[in-house]
Every structure is written in structure tokens, then in C-alpha cells.
């Protein structure tokens, strides 16, 4: 046994200097985001094009057309398709605005009625209370003044704007344009570059990233690579189906202009949650100006509800799974900080741009605190959840938590993969002090709460009764051995049963031994088999008469590897002393250390006729020896 009032000890402190230089080195980072973001917005949109457009080149080139004129080829016709895209846009864009003045009036009297409802009458709800507040208060106003003092109506001056000259509206038309067109031709340029020195990014990389280590360096980059291309093209093959979803419904509806709608869909819906939606209500409105009634504007809302529904449920799951394995919190983070810094385009880059850093923080080591911060795999183990929750003495949300992982396993399963790893854990930080003994009893009143609750036995302790007994001298195994006493006596039960129908389980002795076998125990009893709980004490005491008789099967238990394993072996030949014609199993697990399977090899204790890695297995061995009597 493990002293429990080892000093606890503090966890080392982070250098101070450390911390500073952290920060530093992320507000240097933030600045040159934001300050060089006239750079780094155009390359960021090259690279992202690069993987959208690398099936194709990869096509082309297979094709039998060489490096270069792959390259060429590929952007070429996405240019071609963007500016085809941007010329029907436009031209819808022109005739929207033109036929806008035409539904001014159905959307003025829209408004009117609107505001009937609304503003008009929460004005005359208004008006009545102030009117029977300050009945009683008002006075008539003074009309003592003459007309004469005053002032005479301004004379009434109209301001008219200079025509402009044909040089200043190609001024006006080239700087409203120039912008998109830089910014396009610069990324077409650096798209161009990327995708023809690819091999040598990917080289220069390498030699960063992982020159120790080439093969496995080279096996990520090429992991993440065809990952995220396969992603970025199906969730534009996703959008692109459905703007033409959009387009076909709206036109169906009788909705004006529905290319333009459905290119927005197709755009907003790179913003993630809230961009599709925009699109929709923006397409609502206008349905409802064109309209004289408000079924379009409803059955246009109605075809965003049921496409969305369709893209997100049924087709998004099975090209690239349900999620991208961002978590939503951080989606939504993301979105913020990217159009924070680049604005627009950084809204619709933004989950791009934090796939590529969960991707990056999953294969680089020095970069897990991004797969940590951004993905939606649980930060926690479940022996590492249970054992934090058990510190902060939670033991409801242990229970909830554990109820949830019965539902589609066993609790033998719960026993081997979440309870006794944490119970090792435990045993690790009382070793290194790291953990005080009053944190180790509060740690076992959680344990002995949980297993109460879910391990089968339907008379769950008061918690006044816990709350009296963790702190004292008995393990939790035994307490929950004493909770079983009480209702079935000394001997867990009676002793006028068939020959052989008992099974034995021993501890070697330790804390985690007693509640290692007390779980054991309890899964073998809610298979409906007479298992009974003994001490290495109630080897010394007296047996009951017949006892050797009554006992087919005996497991010795340890719960990890520890001293006490030393005594295994006594241990087993006290018991083939006592039941001689009982099978001993020796169920040595592995705790945090060893993988199940590699714990039944070590297992070879002298004198056992059978030996177990996991409390499963020794379920199973006990379930094949009952199962062949009743075969033969």
C-alpha cells in the first residue's frame, strides 16, 4: 500500500520570460496579419485556389501535357469561368437596378403596413399612457406671441451638380474597379508560380519543418495535401449545386434576376452558418418588393430552407463527413478574428484558412496546441475526464457521463477503458506527490458514488453515509463490499446453492486491488452469476462448511502492475489449498502502462490455470466454462 499523507507538491511554474516572449511573438504575428494584409490576402487566396485547381493540373498533366502547360491550362480556364461568371453577374446586377423603380411602390406599401402593425401601434399604446400619466399636468400653450414675431418662410435655393466630363466618368469607373481587378490579377499571377513550383515549396518545407525526419515528413505533407484539396473541391462542388438548386427553384417561382441570387448562395455559403442565410433573406426581400402578396417572398424562404437542409444533412455527410473536424465554437471564432483582419474576404477564407492550421497543429508537434484550441476531438481522454471530475468532486456529471457510454457499451468496457485507467492515474500522482491524501479520498467517494450508481447495485448509499466513511481507513472496495453486506449478509449471499455455482474473486491487497475485484464482482453478478468478494483476511478466517464444494472458479486480481504482485503467487496457492477443485484465473490488468493484450501475456502467475489482461476477458472465460457443462 501507498502512504496517503505524502506532502503534495506544487506543478512547476512557467518561466515568466517564456510567457512574455509568447505573447510578444503573437501580438508581432497579429500586427504583420493585419498590417501586411494588402500581401497576404492575395497569396492566402492563390494558395487556397492552388489546392481547389491541383485534381485538375494533376488531370492534365495525365493527359500527356507537360508542367507548364498544365499549369497554364488550368488557370486559364478558371479565369475564363470566373470572368464569364463575373459578365452574367454584372449584366444581372444592371437590369436589377434599372427595374428596382418599378417595385417602389409595392414595397412602400409593404412598408406601410408594416409599420400599422408595428411602429404605429406601439405608438398609439404609447401616446394613451403618457395621455393618462400627465393628464393632470399639461397646460395650454401660451398663444400670447403675435404673428408678427415670427420668422419669415427661407426663400426656397436649388443646388444642381456640374456635369461631369466624359475623362472624369472613366476615372470614376476605372478607380471603383481597380481594386478587384489588381487584386485578381496579382492572385492569378502568384497562383500561376505556386502551382509551377509546387515540388519545390513542398522541398523547401521539408527542409524546415522535418530534415531529421524526410520519409515521414514527406508521408504528412502529402497526408494533409490530398486531404484539404479533396475537401476545398467538395465543398465548392457542394455550393456550386447549390446555387443551380437556387437558380432552378427561383426561376420556377417567377423570381427576377435569379442568377444573380443564386451566385451569391454559392458565395455566402463559403461564410460559415449565418452566409447561406443572408443570401436567403436578402432573395426574400425582394421577392417580397416584386410581389404584390407575401407567398413569394414565403416560398422563396421555403427553397433556402429545404436546399440547406438537403446540402447539409444528406450530401455534406457523405462527401467529407458531417464536420471538418473544427469544432463550432472555434468556427465561429474564426470567422470573427479573419474578417476582423481582412474583412470580407477573410469571412469567406476563414474556415479554409483554420482547416489548413488544424491540419498543420495534428501532424506538427510543435503546433498541437492548434489542433487542441480549433478541433472538436474531446481535449481529455476518458480516464483523464473521469479523474479531473473526480478532483473537483463532480460526481453527478461522472455519472451522467457514464450512463452515456453504457448506452453502447458495457460496463465491463467502462470498467477497463475509463474507471481504472483514472484509478491508475491517481495512483501515479500519490506516488510523485503531485496529489495530496485528501484529494486521493475525495478522488475514491466519487468512485465509490459512481460505482454505486451504475455498477448494478440498485441500493445506492445515502450520501451522508459516504460523506462519514472516505475518510477513514477503508478502501473503497471495501466499502462497497460492506454496502453489499448489509443486505446479504457476511458471505454476500447464502450458502445453500449447488456445487460449484459460487465464483471467488481476491484482491493481492492494494486500495486498487479491493475495488478492482469489487468491479469484477458486480459484472459478473449482473450476468446473473453468484460471484462473492474475499480478502486476502478471509483467507486466514475460518471457511464456511462445504465451501469447497461450492466454488468452481476463482480470479485473482491486480489491478496494475504494482509490489503486490509479488504476493500473486502465495496468493494462488492459498486458494488451490482452499478450493482445490476450483480453476484459478489470474487477472492481471494493464492500468495506464501496457495494452490489454500485452497484460494477459505477462500474466503467467505460477499455480493459475487461466490468466486475463482485462475485466472483459475475464467475464468471458468465466460465461465458455458455465456454457460448456450445459453443451455437453
Not at 449584366?91 to 427595374?99: C, K, N, P
Amino acid at each position: 500500500m501507498v502512504p496517503l499523507d505524502l506532502p503534495a507538491r506544487d506543478p512547476p511554474a512557467t518561466p515568466i520570460r517564456g510567457r512574455a516572449l509568447g505573447i510578444i511573438a503573437t501580438a508581432t504575428l497579429l500586427a504583420l496579419l493585419y498590417f501586411a494584409r494588402d500581401v497576404l490576402v492575395p497569396v492566402t487566396l492563390a494558395f487556397i485556389l492552388s489546392l481547389l485547381i491541383a485534381p485538375l493540373v494533376r488531370s492534365l498533366r495525365r493527359l500527356g501535357l507537360g508542367q507548364t502547360l498544365s499549369v497554364l491550362a488550368a488557370v486559364l480556364v478558371l479565369a475564363l469561368a470566373f470572368g464569364a461568371i463575373a459578365a452574367v453577374i454584372g449584366s444581372q446586377i444592371v437590369g436589377m437596378a434599372d427595374s428596382l423603380p418599378t417595385y417602389k411602390r409595392t414595397l412602400e406599401d409593404k412598408l406601410e403596413t408594416l409599420n400599422d402593425l408595428t411602429v404605429r401601434r406601439m405608438n398609439s399604446l404609447t401616446a394613451e399612457a403618457g395621455k393618462a400619466l400627465n393628464r393632470n399636468e399639461a397646460s395650454p400653450p401660451s398663444t400670447l406671441q403675435s404673428d408678427a414675431t415670427y420668422p419669415k418662410a427661407p426663400i426656397p435655393v436649388e443646388l444642381h451638380e456640374v456635369p461631369a466630363n466624359p475623362l472624369q466618368v472613366i476615372q470614376k469607373v476605372l478607380g471603383s474597379v481597380w481594386v478587384p481587378i489588381e487584386t485578381t490579377g496579382i492572385v492569378l499571377v502568384v497562383l500561376v508560380f505556386v502551382l509551377l513550383e509546387q515540388e519545390a515549396l513542398r522541398d523547401r518545407f521539408i527542409r524546415i519543418a522535418g530534415g531529421t525526419d524526410i520519409r515521414l515528413t514527406t508521408l504528412v505533407i502529402n497526408d494533409a495535401g490530398d486531404r484539404l484539396s479533396r475537401f476545398f473541391v467538395s465543398q465548392f462542388a457542394v455550393n456550386f449545386g447549390v446555387g443551380i438548386l437556387i437558380w432552378i427553384g427561383l426561376s420556377v417561382i417567377g423570381l427576377p434576376h435569379p442568377v444573380v441570387w443564386a451566385a451569391l448562395t454559392t458565395l455566402l455559403r463559403f461564410v460559415p452558418y449565418i452566409g447561406v442565410w443572408i443570401a436567403a433573406l436578402c432573395s426574400a426581400l425582394l421577392a417580397a418588393a416584386v410581389a404584390a402578396g407575401w407567398s413569394m417572398a414565403f416560398a422563396t424562404f421555403g427553397l433556402f430552407v429545404i436546399v440547406e437542409l438537403i446540402a447539409a444533412q444528406l450530401v455534406e455527410p457523405q462527401l467529407y463527413g458531417h464536420t471538418t473536424g473544427l469544432s463550432p465554437l472555434s468556427v465561429v471564432i474564426a470567422a470573427i478574428f479573419w474578417s476582423w483582419l481582412w474583412g470580407p474576404i477573410g469571412l469567406i477564407v476563414s474556415t479554409p484558412l483554420t482547416l489548413c492550421l488544424l491540419v498543420a497543429g495534428r501532424h506538427i508537434k510543435a503546433l498541437s496546441l492548434l489542433d487542441i484550441l480549433l478541433g472538436d476531438t474531446q481535449a481529455l481522454t476518458l480516464p483523464q475526464r473521469f479523474y479531473q471530475r473526480a478532483l473537483s468532486a463532480d460526481s453527478d456529471e461522472i455519472i451522467a457521463r457514464a450512463r452515456e457510454f453504457l448506452k453502447r457499451n458495457s460496463f465491463a468496457n467502462y470498467c477497463d477503458l475509463v474507471l481504472l485507467p483514472a484509478l491508475h492515474l491517481a495512483r501515479l500522482d500519490l506516488e510523485s506527490g503531485a496529489i495530496s491524501a485528501e484529494q486521493l479520498a475525495r478522488v475514491r467517494a466519487c468512485m465509490v458514488a459512481v460505482i454505486a450508481a451504475i455498477g448494478g447495485d440498485r441500493r445506492r448509499p445515502s450520501r451522508r453515509r459516504l460523506r462519514s466513511s472516505v475518510l477513514d481507513h477503508s478502501t473503497a472496495g471495501r466499502q462497497l463490499r460492506q454496502q453489499r453486506e448489509q443486505t446479504s449478509g457476511r458471505w454476500q449471499g447464502p450458502l445453500a446453492v449447488p456445487a460449484g455455482s459460487v465464483i471467488v474473486c481476491a484482491g493481492l491487497g492494494s486500495m486498487a486491488d479491493d475495488l478492482a475485484t469489487e468491479l469484477l464482482v458486480r459484472i459478473l453478478r449482473d450476468q446473473k452469476i453468484d460471484a462473492r468478494h474475499m480478502s486476502l483476511e478471509d483467507l486466514e478466517a475460518a471457511p464456511p462448511p462445504n465451501a469447497a464444494d461450492l466454488v468452481s472458479l476463482v480470479y485473482v486480481v491486480s489491478a496494475f502492475p504494482s509490489e503486490e504482485r509479488s504476493r500473486g503467487s502465495a496468493t494462488a496457492e492459498k486458494m488451490r489449498q482452499r478450493f482445490p477443485s476450483a480453476c484459478i484465473v489470474a487477472v492481471f490488468l494493464p492500468g495506464m502502462l501496457l495494452q490489454p493484450e500485452e497484460a494477459g501475456e505477462s500474466a503467467n502467475l505460477p499455480g493459475a490455470d487461466k490468466s486475463a489482461g482485462s475485466l472483459g476477458h475475464a467475464v468471458q472465460i468465466c460465461l465458455d466454462m458455465q456454457s460448456k457443462p450445459a453443451q455437453a
